[in-house]
């Protein structure tokens, strides 16, 4: 975890995941006033099965955290629920997984988040995956309600191919997207 925030890894996307399809178009005046519209700063969030562990955001991983997003304030998709690669790290058992960022920046608190998130590497005219349609779920219970402007940690297990993946992906040949997302807003 020394490197865990030294490098983002940068080969991993920010990628945004409507809850519904069905936006309206935006008028000139809409789209200027999005312009205008600063991206408030992002604050790290402990995840609820964490906070129910008496971790803190004092805790050593959630510092190095909070301090990647002091660094990197308006990281996340505005008016969007994202998700953003941090690192491949290994966890005490010795497994690998990649730690990646649950980002809100919806105007309410969402839960019960779920997704499928693909993430491969192009080569040869061929896409070999690190994570094929993987189900990815921030459900209350574990993840309690991501607030706005907050992010939460979360890992996914890589596969010992999957961590060769990522060694060999760039900007050009990686390919990357989310299915399925829904969540709930919180009333």
Not at 32 to 58: I, R
Not at 74 to 79: M, R
Request: glycine residues 8%; aromatic residues 6%.
């Amino acid at each position: 975890m020394k490197k865990l925030l030294g490098i983002l890894f940068v080969a991993i996307l920010l990628v945004g995941c409507n809850a519904t399809n069905e936006e309206q178009p935006k008028t000139g005046d809409e789209e200027n006033v999005e312009k205008d519209k600063e991206q408030q700063a992002l604050s790290m969030q402990v995840l609820k099965a964490d906070e129910e562990n008496g971790v803190t955001l004092e805790n050593e991983m959630y510092q190095q955290l909070s301090g990647l997003v002091e660094e990197n304030p308006e990281i996340g998709v505005a008016d969007d629920f994202s998700i953003h690669g941090i690192d491949l790290v290994k966890t005490s058992a010795g497994e690998s997984v990649m730690l990646f960022l649950g980002i809100n920046r919806l105007e309410k608190g969402i839960k019960d988040i779920t997704l499928e998130y693909t993430l491969g590497v192009e080569t040869e005219g061929t896409v070999k995956y690190v994570f094929d349609r993987e189900e990815i779920n921030l459900l209350e219970p574990f993840a309690g309600v991501i607030q706005p402007n907050h992010a939460v940690p979360f890992t996914v297990p890589v596969t010992a191919e999957g961590e060769k993946l990522l060694q060999l992906m760039t900007d050009e040949n990686k390919t990357a997207k989310i299915e399925n997302a829904k969540f709930e807003l919180e009333k």
